[in-house]
């Protein structure tokens, strides 16, 4: 039986919730009896959807494991049994009956709670989470070592359908049902992929394969036929072809795993029975659960792409009068990434776009339906996406990864080792570059400035607006060799775009404003920050466009004719851009006054982008400061020395 409850709208007022207050942890859930949780998953919806409805956030992924949280926490005794979340964006009803319902309203907020699991937030949170596919591997790590402590505790992953398309959650399987050791998996199949057989007779074979009496059958068979290798055989393979028969899942009893299901996700008791029955079972199980994403919100069923996340519902602005002009919209960075995509692949049949399941962040919908036979999404599969593109590459393609900048960090081997040790002609459009706001550092694109540069054969690029974007991925594109392309999310300062396909000459910079004794060089789109600082310094500005190869000409000539060298990024300061200014001057034997100037060596936490640039001293106000800063150390310094 499951809620049958769905809501056309999100609520405006905080929703009655009487059986729902009374559960503010775990423990207090199980004081419940079995037919209270119904109720209680009613009104933890209606609550979700309130909440999020006030704070903004992930939204159709909770919805749709909403029943199966309350199960799980029922049956298990969580904290102590470990219950690991994979794509953590489906944790938000698991933190609500965790002792964090009254802040739910922080979310994602600077200060506030985390929009994922964090284990700094919670003992019900027991691994960290942004990125897919790691809750299998870390499940297994905790079943290991509760062997390791002789430990009856359990170790429970729950990993969504899109998670397990990536490479590491079939290691990790692979490996667990090689250990034989005590975990469970729970497939959350969102019906977005893999199974529809979801109905009667797939739910009673379901309880049957995880019953007691049918599983101590089974075991009490094995022992039987151990002396008769032959009958034992030909046990498994009946076994192996009956479940193959009724649930599609032969695959994963071939890696070791008993499994069981597919049941309905939404139906609390047979949820509940199924998990009961598993509990007390040895080696790994492998449950899949059939869900709906957006369960009870029909907008978010309709829709499950376009309601994985809202923002903060607002009041309706007030009625402008009929003359008024609206703003204009600017674009975002995705945006004209996703245009200079279909127009260059208009002029060059070669380019083929790819995205590892990064299609709508990455803006190319229309690229997809515009170029069917050039696109290819192959899923969360990072490092699969990077050696694809080598493939193509080595045989004439013009392969152009759209992938931010986070998940690039996944692919890092087949970076080096596919791509640019053989010198392909692989772009990769690096998206959310930089620090990424509410998303946190699971998210933020700190590193590849750094991680990028290091590497031979890499050209690295850092434009400072749209237009700048747009020429240097069609510069990337026209270089023969490895290139990357670094943009950050959201709109920037709107600049005009030239749409014409140009390219820029390779490592050249540019100089933006001329003026004395500061020469302030920019690498990213910091530079419509930097330039009010600069104006009130009289500070000439370069632009440099190439982190690798640096337009070495125009530092040396900057060196000549300032008396301090200031580089702005939006990356980390070690290893960065400046890292690489100060490279080139101390291998020349340059002398030169140097500040750099970007993202400290942190994590920067979740909060408006704002607020992380200010915390990180990013902004107009804080750059001036830290120039002047630097100056009058250098004059103190310069009186100091004329003392002695």
């Known amino acids: 039986m499951q809620d049958t409850t769905t809501f056309k709208e999100i609520p405006s007022r905080q929703p009655n919730t009487p059986l729902l207050d009374r559960v503010n942890t775990p423990d207090e859930l199980r004081e419940l009896s079995e037919d209270q949780l119904p109720q209680l998953a009613r009104e933890l919806r209606a609550f979700l959807l309130w909440s999020v409805g006030q704070s903004g956030g992930h939204f159709g992924a909770g919805l749709g494991v909403l029943e199966l949280t309350v199960a799980l926490h029922y049956v298990f005794n969580t904290p102590d049994d470990r219950l690991v979340w994979d794509v953590g964006h489906q944790a938000y009803p698991h933190k609500i009956l965790t002792g964090r319902r009254a802040r739910m309203?922080?979310?994602?907020?600077?200060?506030?709670?985390?929009?994922?699991?964090?284990?700094?937030?919670?003992?019900?949170?027991?691994?960290?989470?942004g990125h897919s596919s790691t809750s299998i591997s870390a499940a297994l790590g905790m079943a290991i070592a509760a062997r390791m402590q002789q430990s009856r505790r359990?170790?429970?992953?729950?990993?969504?359908?899109?998670?397990?398309?990536?490479?590491?959650?079939?290691?990790?399987?692979?490996?667990?049902?090689?250990?034989?050791?005590?975990?469970?998996?729970?497939?959350?199949?969102?019906?977005m992929s893999i199974s529809q057989n979801v109905g009667g007779l797939s739910s009673y074979f379901a309880k049957l394969l995880a019953s007691r009496t049918y599983n101590q059958v089974r075991d009490g068979s094995k022992k039987f036929l151990q002396g008769a290798p032959n009958l034992m055989a030909l046990a498994r393979k009946t076994e192996e072809h009956f479940k193959g028969l009724i649930s599609g899942g032969t695959f994963f009893e071939e890696l070791g795993f008993n499994y069981i299901g597919p049941i309905d996700?939404?139906?609390?008791?047979?949820?509940?029975?199924?998990?009961?029955?598993?509990?007390?079972?040895?080696?790994?199980?492998?449950?899949?659960?059939?869900t709906k994403k957006g369960k009870g919100f029909a907008p978010a069923e309709a829709d499950p792409i376009g309601y994985h996340a809202i923002n903060k519902i607002e009041p309706k602005p007030p009625v402008k009068p009929a003359d008024s002009k609206p703003a204009p919209k600017l674009p975002k960075y995705a945006n004209v990434f996703g245009q200079w995509l279909c127009d260059t692949a208009e002029q060059d049949e070669r380019v083929v776009g790819i995205t590892p399941a990064m299609c709508e962040g990455s803006d190319l919908v229309r690229f997809s339906q515009r170029f069917p036979e050039r696109y290819y999404d192959v899923a969360i599969a990072e490092q699969h996406a990077v050696t694809l593109a080598a493939g193509l590459a080595c045989d004439g393609a013009k392969p152009v990864v759209a992938i931010y900048s986070t998940f690039l960090q996944r692919a890092y081997d087949q970076l080096i080792h596919d791509v640019a040790i053989q010198n392909l002609d692989v772009l990769f459009a690096i998206d959310r570059a930089g620090l990424v706001g509410e998303d946190g550092p699971t998210h933020g694109g700190a590193f590849d400035i750094s991680y990028l540069r290091c590497i031979p054969n890499m050209v690295v690029?850092?434009?400072?607006?749209e237009n700048e974007t747009r020429?240097?991925?069609?510069?990337?594109?026209?270089?023969?060799?490895?290139?990357?392309?670094?943009?950050?999310?959201?709109?920037?300062?709107?600049?005009?775009?030239?749409?014409?396909?140009?390219?820029?000459?390779?490592?050249?910079g540019r100089i933006v404003r001329e003026g004395k004794r500061i020469a302030l060089l920019n690498f990213g789109t910091l530079l419509s920050t930097a330039l009010p600082a600069a104006e009130a310094l009289d500070a000439t500005v370069a632009d440099m466009r190439f982190v690798k190869p640096l337009d070495t000409d125009l530092i040396r000539d900057l060196v000549e004719k300032h008396d301090l060298i200031v580089t702005l990024e939006e990356n980390v300061v070690a290893g960065g851009a400046g890292s690489a200014v100060s490279e080139y001057l101390n291998g020349e034997g340059i002398e030169a006054s140097l500040l750099q100037i970007g993202l400290p060596d942190q994590f920067i936490e979740h909060g408006k982008h704002g607020e992380q640039l200010e915390e990180c001293g990013l902004t107009t106000q804080s750059i001036q400061a830290r120039i002047e800063d630097r100056l009058t150390q250098m004059s103190d310094l310069k009186a100091l020395r004329a003392v002695k």
């Open 471 to 508: 020429l240097l991925l069609q510069t990337g594109l026209a270089h023969r060799g490895p290139a990357s392309v670094r943009y950050p999310r959201g709109t920037g300062p709107g600049a005009v775009i030239d749409t014409a396909l140009q390219t820029a000459p390779i490592g050249k």
């Open 265 to 290: 996700g939404h139906d609390l008791p047979l949820l509940i029975d199924t998990l009961q029955n598993i509990r007390d079972l040895d080696g790994p199980q492998f449950l899949h659960v059939v």
């Open 461 to 465: 690029m850092a434009p400072s607006d």
């Open 105 to 129: 309203g922080t979310i994602r907020k600077k200060d506030g709670l985390a929009g994922f699991p964090k284990r700094g937030e919670s003992d019900y949170d027991t691994f960290g989470v």
């Open 154 to 191: 359990k170790s429970i992953a729950v990993i969504g359908d899109g998670a397990m398309t990536a490479g590491m959650a079939f290691e990790a399987l692979t490996h667990a049902g090689h250990l034989r050791t005590n975990m469970l998996v729970i497939l959350n199949d969102n019906d």
